[in-house]
């Protein structure tokens, strides 16, 4: 497996707002790889053209060598806003993709049943989204999206709603299963912590226009867990990425969006 962005540009509000500038990234089999940047410097609207609900104005987008440019259904999208449809349980929610695939209700519902302990939500299959905390909530989006068992998972900024502790739980969870199925992920978020815990790689973004400003190679042993983060070789990436990301702000420039 493998996922090639190439030289993405796109623009928005006929061509005034550059999003992405000359963006190039790859992501191989079973790889764990993040986008860390600033808010607004293109992240989601990357991935929207990863998975064909949006087109970039120029460069290519290649899954194992082939053009996926604006099909649909070649990835697996946890898109930042959790989309988990209110009127129905957890349970018929995470089926969805299934349902998409045309698996039978009843067979869809068996095999999703079986995932529920190991996405923490054992006892909550009839239970309706508004009752869930924030951390059941994102688990429940996550396994929808893993149930739809593309290649590559894209996840858009998961835990960014999640306080510190609950946080902190969720990555110990995700990097537990990530171990068991090592489907490839690509990780939004704007958390310096989060990005180096995770990764293997690391695409640091600038701010709008998003331009990649460094690839960074985490090479921290796994498994690894919180306490991971308080090593010397975490603090010294750390340092590298707060110096790539601490590009000085042009005051004399109009601040837009
Ligand atoms: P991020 O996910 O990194 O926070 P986004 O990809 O959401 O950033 O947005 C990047 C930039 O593109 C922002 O300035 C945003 O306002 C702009 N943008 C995103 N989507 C649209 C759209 N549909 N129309 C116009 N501008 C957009
Ligand atoms: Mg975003």
């Known amino acids: 497996m493998k996922l090639d962005v190439r030289q993405i540009i796109k623009t928005f509000a006929d061509d005034t707002v550059v999003a992405l500038q000359d963006v190039s990234l790859h992501v191989d089999e079973g790889e764990f790889v993040s986008l860390l940047g600033p808010s607004g410097c293109g992240k989601s609207t990357l991935l929207n053209m990863i998975s064909g609900l949006s087109l970039p104005d120029e460069g290519d987008i290649l899954l194992n060598g082939r053009s996926i440019v604006g099909q649909r259904g070649q990835v697996s999208y946890m898109p930042q806003k959790d989309a988990l449809f209110p009127w129905r349980t957890v349970l018929d929610n995470v089926i969805v993709p299934l349902e998409v695939q045309g698996i039978r209700r009843k067979d869809a519902r068996r095999e999703a049943l079986e995932l529920l302990p190991l996405f923490g939500l054992d006892g909550f299959a009839e239970s309706y ?6 951390g059941m909530r994102q688990r429940a ?6 149930l739809d068992k593309k290649e590559v998972m894209l996840l858009d900024e998961p835990f960014a709603s999640l306080d510190e502790i609950t946080r902190m739980r ?11 199925f090592r489907r490839s992920i690509i990780f939004v978020t704007h ?3 989060e990005a180096i815990l995770l990764s293997d790689r690391i695409y640091v ?11 960074v190679e ?12 308080t090593s010397a070789r975490f603090t010294s990436l750390k340092n590298d990425l707060l110096d790539y ?8 420039k109009p601040l837009s969006r």
């Not at 989204?129 to 924030?134: T, W």
């Not at 600038?206 to 331009?211: E, F």
């Not at 921290?220 to 991971?228: I, M």
Request: aromatic residues 8%; charged residues 25%.
């Open 129 to 134: 989204p508004s009752v869930l905390s924030g």
């Open 141 to 146: 989006s996550f396994l929808r999206t893993y």
């Open 170 to 180: 969720m990555h110990d969870w995700l990097m537990e299963i990530w171990q068991k």
């Open 191 to 193: 958390n310096i912590d």
């Open 205 to 215: 973004f600038s701010a709008r226009p998003g331009r990649v400003v460094a690839e």
């Open 218 to 229: 985490v090479n921290l042993p796994r498994p690894r867990n919180v306490r991971s983060s």
């Open 245 to 252: 990301l601490s590009e000085p702000l042009d005051i004399n």
